[in-house]
């Protein structure tokens, strides 16, 4: 994870200050997105108040951003680390023809859906310009 954050391919979407936004690679949930720490801890206790403070500005610019292109019915947040231990947000708009709306997305047990490379440059351009347009 923690050398994710230098990429810049296909799926990256932006650099927030503390953060890096990438597109989940499995797209079955449209704009499902990544928000990744760029130093590496752990826990939220190991941030200082204010790397936690512009985290959380982060993570919710990047939920507007995806409200502003996939227009959800709701977004989910997680932050577990459990197998990948740094601290990163899956960040999940979960739309209207969403196909398990009231379970964490890892229950409905589905084929990975990898975008071409022009699709997924295409979502994360999209994502990235709503983040823009955000910040002015």
């Known amino acids: 994870m923690c ?11 932006g650099d927030l200050g503390t953060t890096v936004a990438y597109l989940n690679d499995d797209q079955f949930f449209s704009g499902y997105t990544s928000l990744i720490l760029k ?11 204010a790397e936690r403070g512009r985290m959380i500005e982060e993570l919710s ?5 995806l409200d502003v292109v996939f227009r959800p019915a709701k977004m ?8 990948v231990p740094h601290i990163h947000w899956h ?7 969403d196909p398990n709306p009231r379970w964490p997305v890892w229950t409905l047990p589905h084929e990975p859906l990898r ?6 440059r295409e ?14």
């Open 3 to 13: 050398r994710r954050v230098a990429e810049r391919g296909t799926h990256w979407i």
């Open 39 to 49: 130093r590496h801890a752990t826990e939220l206790y190991h941030l200082t108040a």
């Open 61 to 65: 610019r990047v939920a507007r951003a």
């Open 76 to 83: 989910n947040y997680e932050l577990l680390g459990n197998r």
């Open 91 to 97: 960040v999940v708009p979960r739309l209207p023809d």
């Open 115 to 120: 975008l071409s490379v022009e699709a997924a």
């Open 123 to 136: 979502r994360a351009t999209a994502v990235h310009s709503a983040l823009v347009g955000l910040a002015e």
